[in-house]
C-alpha cells in the first residue's frame, strides 16, 4: 500500500499538462490547451486540457479526469499502479510492505507480461556490457557499425546469449513464471522441451508510448539462409505490431517541437538518424503501415516524410499504406535516398547538416511522386495511362481537405496531361461508390437491428450519471464556485449581508431536508458540508483526485468547461453575462431549479400513494397525504414565482 503523504507528493506533483504532453501533442487554445484525443479516432481535436483545474476531458468520447485518471487509461493500468508511474516520472520515491504470494498472484497478467519484459531487457543490456560473450560477439557488432555508446544505451540494446536456455534459466531463478517468459515469446515452449527464442542475437527493445519495453526485436549474427536474419516478438497481450512504431517513445519530444516525423524502415536506421542528431524518427519495422500507426504519429504531428532506400518494388508496395495517411488528414512527403543508400549508411555518411539539407531539397509531395512513379511505367500506352489515372485519383480523392484536394487536381491535371474536369469527375465518380458502399452497410446494419427487440438507443459523448439536469447544474455551480463570496438581501430585516455559495447552497437543501437520494450527488454534497469550516477546502483538488473513480469522473465532467447547460438556462438567457459576474443571482436561481424539481418529484409520488390509498378505502391515509400534497403545492407555486413561472392548479 502508498501511504496518504506519498500519494499527496504525487498529486502536488503531476502536472496534466506535462503528463498528457508525454503522449499528446498540446496547443495552447485560450486558457486551455488542445489535441487530438488519444483514446479515440478524430480528425479535428477535441480532447481538452486545463492547467488551471489539473484536468483533461474529450468532447468527443466523454474520457475525462486528473493526471492519475489519465495513466490509468491510457495505460491500462490500475490506481496504485498509475501512481508508482507517475512517482517515477517525477523521482518520488515509494516505500511499500513487501507483497505477500497472494498479492503477488493477484497481479493483473498484462503488468506480470511487462515485468517480464522490463526484466529481460535489463538482462540483455547488462549481458552485452558485462559478459565476454555480450561484449565480444554483440558490442563488437554495434561498434563495428560505428554506433556509439551514449547511442545503444539511450535505445537499451543488448544481447542474448547463445545457447538453449541461458535467458529463461536466469528469469526462472530470479521467481518469473515460464507462463509469463512463453506469453511474451522470450522463451518458447513444447511440452517438456525448451529454448530461448532469441539465442545468440543481438536485441532491440521495442518500447511503448510510456518507456515500457514491450517486445524486442533481434538480430542474428551468424551467417545462416535457413535462419531468419531478425526475429520479432510474437503478438501478446502487450504487443500488437500492427500498433507500434520503433523509436516513438524516444522521438516524440522531437516530433512534437519540430511539427515533423521522418518514417524509415528498421531500428538501425532510427538509431543512426539519433546518433546525427536527427531524432524526430520512428521506423514501422518492415510491416506495411497500418492505421493505428498512422494515429500514433498524428498525435504529435499532421506532418510526415517517409524515407526510401531506393528499392522500386518496395515502393510500389508500399503506395496503399501511404493512401491511408492521407485519408487520415496528414501531409505526406517521400523521400527517395541515392541508390545503394539506405537511412543507416546515408545519415553516418553524410552528418545531420547535409542529411537535412538533402531531405529539404529532395522530398516530393506524396501525389507528386506517385504520379511521376507510375507515369514512367505507362511507355505513352493509353490503356496503362488510364489506370494510373484511376491510381492516382483514388489517392486524391481520399484526401478530406477540400483545398487540398483542388490543390493536388490542378498539379495532376498538368503532369498527366488531362483537363480538371475530367479529374473532378473521376473524383465524384470515387465519392458516389464511395457513398453506395457506405448505404449498402447502413441498410445493413438497419436490417441487423430491426430484428432486435429493442431499437438502438442513440448515445451522446457526454457519460451518463442518472442524475437530472437540475442535479447536476446544483452540483456543478457548487463545485465551480463553492468558496465564492456572494452578496444576499435579508429582506424582513431590510439589509444585505455576505456568505460563501457552499454555505448557502448547503444550508438551503438540509434546511428544507430535500438532498438526493443519488449516491454519487450524496457523496459530493456530504463531502462539501463536512468542509464548510474548512477554510482551505479546495473542492477541484479533492474530488478530481478523489480514490473513488466515479467521484472523480464525474467532478471532471461538472468542472469540464463545455460540460451541457440546463436548456431552461439558455432560453432564459441566464448565461448572457459572465456566471462569475451574476452569483448572486445564479446561485439562488440554480438552488430553486433544483428544490423545484425535488417537489415536483414528492408530488408525483403523493399522488401515487393517494391512488394506492383510494383503491384500498385507507381515507385516514387519503386525507394525510392530500394534506401534505396541498403543502407542497404552495410550495411550488413559490418556488415558481421565484423563477417567473405559472404553475397549474
Given at each position: ?26 496547443r ?32 468527443g468520447c466523454g ?5 492519475v485518471n ?22 518520488i ?26 526484466f ?26 560505428s ?45 517438456n ?5 532469441f ?10 508510448l ?20 531478425y ?16 523509436g ?15 518514417l ?8 543512426s538518424?539519433h546518433?546525427?542528431?536527427?531524432e ?33 518494388a ?6 496503399r ?45 506524396f ?56 479529374l ?45 439536469i ?9 463545485l ?5 463570496i456572494i452578496v444576499?438581501?435579508d ?8 456568505v ?62 463545455k ?8 432560453k ?43 383503491a384500498v ?33
Open positions: 500500500m502508498i501511504d496518504q503523504a506519498t500519494i499527496e507528493r504525487i498529486l502536488d506533483a503531476a502536472d496534466i499538462v506535462d503528463v498528457v504532453s508525454d503522449f499528446v501533442t498540446l495552447k487554445r485560450g486558457v486551455n490547451m488542445l489535441g487530438l484525443c488519444p483514446f479515440h479516432n478524430e480528425k479535428t481535436p477535441s480532447f481538452t486540457v486545463s492547467p488551471a483545474k489539473g484536468i483533461f476531458k474529450c468532447f474520457k475525462g479526469g486528473n493526471a489519465f495513466i490509468m487509461e491510457h495505460e491500462n493500468l490500475s490506481y496504485p499502479e498509475a501512481l508508482k508511474w507517475l512517482a517515477k516520472k517525477y523521482n520515491e515509494i516505500v511499500e510492505e513487501e507483497e505477500t504470494e497472494e498479492q503477488k498472484q493477484q497481479k493483473d497478467e498484462r503488468e506480470s507480461l511487462m515485468i517480464v519484459s522490463g529481460a531487457q535489463k538482462f540483455f543490456a547488462r549481458y552485452l556490457w558485462e559478459e565476454n560473450e555480450g561484449r565480444t560477439v554483440g558490442l563488437g557488432y554495434f561498434h563495428e557499425r554506433f556509439r555508446d551514449d547511442i545503444l544505451k539511450k535505445f537499451e540494446v543488448g544481447f542474448a546469449p547463445e545457447g538453449k536456455t541461458p535467458f529463461t534459466d536466469a528469469a526462472q531463478k530470479q521467481g518469473y513464471k515460464i507462463e509469463f517468459l512463453e506469453k511474451t515469446g522470450l522463451t518458447i515452449k513444447r511440452d522441451w525448451m529454448r530461448d527464442r539465442s545468440g542475437r543481438v536485441m532491440f527493445p521495442i518500447h511503448n510510456a518507456g515500457r519495453v514491450i517486445a524486442f526485436g533481434g538480430r542474428i549474427l551468424k551467417i545462416d539462409k535457413k535462419t531468419a536474419k526475429l520479432n516478438s510474437p503478438e501478446s497481450d502487450i504487443y500488437h505490431k500492427s500498433r507500434v512504431l520503433y516513438i517513445y524516444q522521438a516524440k519530444r522531437e516530433i512534437s517541437r519540430t511539427d515533423k516525423c521522418f524509415v524502415e528498421g531500428y538501425t536506421d532510427v538509431m538518424m546518433q546525427v542528431g536527427i524526430n524518427v520512428v521506423a514501422s519495422s518492415g510491416t506495411s503501415l497500418t492505421v493505428d500507426q498512422i494515429r500514433m504519429v498524428h498525435r504529435f504531428t499532421p506532418n510526415i516524410t517517409i524515407i526510401y532506400d531506393g528499392d522500386a518496395g515502393i510500389k508496395a508500399s503506395l499504406g501511404i493512401d491511408l495517411v492521407l485519408e487520415e488528414g496528414m501531409n505526406v512527403k517521400v523521400l527517395l535516398l541515392p541508390d545503394g543508400e539506405d537511412p543507416d549508411s546515408f545519415a553516418k555518411k553524410k552528418g545531420s547538416g547535409e542529411f537535412l539539407k538533402y531531405i529539404e531539397e529532395n522530398e516530393t509531395d501525389i507528386r511522386f506517385k504520379t511521376r512513379l507510375l507515369l514512367k511505367e505507362t511507355n505513352n500506352d493509353p490503356i496503362a495511362k488510364a489506370r494510373l489515372i484511376t491510381n492516382v485519383i483514388q489517392s486524391v480523392a481520399v484526401i478530406p481537405d477540400k483545398i487540398t484536394r483542388s490543390v493536388y487536381i490542378k498539379e495532376c491535371s498538368q503532369l498527366l496531361g488531362v483537363e480538371e474536369d475530367v473532378y469527375s473521376e473524383i465524384q465518380k470515387q465519392k458516389w461508390k464511395e457513398n453506395e458502399d457506405f448505404k449498402k452497410r447502413e441498410q445493413r446494419d438497419q436490417r441487423q437491428y430491426s430484428q432486435k427487440k429493442q431499437a438502438p438507443k442513440i448515445s451522446t459523448p457526454t457519460v451518463q450519471y442518472d442524475l437530472s437540475e442535479e447536476i447544474e446544483f452540483l456543478r455551480h457548487l465551480k464556485y463553492c468558496n465564492a444576499m438581501r429582506i424582513k430585516a431590510k439589509e444585505e449581508y455576505e460563501t455559495v457552499k454555505d448557502l447552497m448547503i444550508s438551503e437543501i438540509v434546511g428544507d431536508d430535500l438532498i438526493s437520494e443519488h449516491r454519487l450527488f450524496q457523496k459530493i454534497f456530504n463531502d462539501v458540508a463536512e468542509n464548510l469550516e474548512n477554510e482551505n477546502f479546495d473542492p477541484w483538488k479533492h474530488f478530481v483526485y478523489h480514490p473513488d473513480g466515479e467521484v472523480n469522473k464525474l467532478a471532471t465532467d461538472l468542472l469540464s468547461d460540460y451541457i447547460e440546463s436548456k431552461r438556462w439558455s432564459a438567457g441566464a448565461f448572457v453575462e459572465k456566471a462569475e459576474d451574476i452569483l448572486d443571482v445564479l446561485i439562488p436561481r440554480v438552488v430553486s431549479e433544483y428544490k423545484l424539481s425535488k417537489v415536483k418529484l414528492m408530488l408525483s409520488e403523493i399522488e401515487k400513494t393517494i391512488d394506492e390509498a383510494a378505502n385507507d381515507f385516514n391515509r387519503v386525507i394525510e397525504s392530500q394534506s401534505t400534497y396541498m403543502n407542497l403545492k404552495h410550495v411550488e407555486k413559490d418556488l415558481a414565482e421565484v423563477l417567473g413561472r405559472r404553475t397549474i392548479n
